[in-house]
């Protein structure tokens, strides 16, 4: 092992960051198999680059996930290296892979499917597939979770990458507001929305009612630097639909 691979025909390992609306999924770092010991067959030795996506760093102890690898192998030194989230930063990653001939790092731990596309495409990863024995063995995840990391291709090339974080988006709502408009049941809970315009007529009733005599913001959503919106406006886009249309007149004040 060292830091970073000579670019042959496969040169990088990644470990692809997903958004998944499983809640069994919440926690990424359960996905990951605590290093075995090290035995006389599988003496492990050399220098070994990680990259992480930087937030990913604290929120998930890579630096103590790393202390434990190192200890369970003591001849192998692990060198921890953190990359920024966003898409345009993964393609100058690959863009350094190309000028220099080499990756930046042995494993890579981040990045959307999406983002891993260019590496995908040119054949530059390892695949887990040999690797996927023991606890990471297909049968040993969840299925749903899994797939979304499979690509068509002969076999023992299938997984150039693994899930390693799942993530559920969804809605949050101030209860003692929704009681003003009667959007809770007996028991004070949220009545379920079925349906986007349920959602938009609740905000809406919100919006138009004062509360402790103000007015309040009936919906607000984040449209920013988050994989979440992006994640879901593509599956609309996937189903045929579009995001962006004609605002239509309406009659809610300041839900947005």
Request: with cysteine; net charge neutral.
């Amino acid at each position: 092992m060292h830091g970073g691979l000579d670019m042959k025909r496969h040169s990088v390992v990644t470990w692809s960051l997903v958004a998944s609306a499983l809640v069994l999924l919440m926690a990424a770092v359960g996905l990951m198999p605590s290093p075995p010991p090290a035995t006389a067959q599988e003496e492990l030795a050399g220098n070994m680059a990680v990259s992480v996506e930087a937030w990913m760093v604290d929120k998930y102890n890579m630096k103590d996930l790393i202390a434990r690898f190192e200890q369970a192998h003591p001849k192998v030194k692990v060198k921890l290296l953190t990359h920024e989230g966003l898409g345009a930063a993964y393609q100058r990653v690959f863009l350094e892979w190309a000028q220099t001939n080499k990756s930046t790092a042995d494993l890579y731990f981040g990045g959307l499917v999406s983002q891993l596309t260019i590496p995908m495409i040119d054949d530059l990863l390892l695949p887990w597939d040999d690797m996927m024995t023991g606890e990471l063995a297909p049968d040993k995840w969840i299925k749903g979770f899994l797939q979304s990391a499979w690509v068509a291709g002969p076999k023992g090339t299938n997984y150039p990458t693994l899930p390693g974080l799942g993530e559920t988006m969804n809605f949050q709502a101030n209860t003692d507001y929704l009681k003003v408009i009667e959007g809770t049941d007996a028991q004070g809970n949220p009545l379920q929305s079925t349906s986007y315009k349920q959602i938009m007529d609740m905000a809406c009733k919100l919006a138009a009612t004062p509360i402790q005599g103000k007015k309040i913001t009936g919906f607000e959503g984040e449209y920013g630097l988050n994989f979440a919106p992006d994640t879901w406006t593509a599956a609309v886009v996937a189903a045929g639909r579009r995001w962006w249309r004609r605002r239509e007149p309406t009659s809610c004040p300041t839900a947005r």
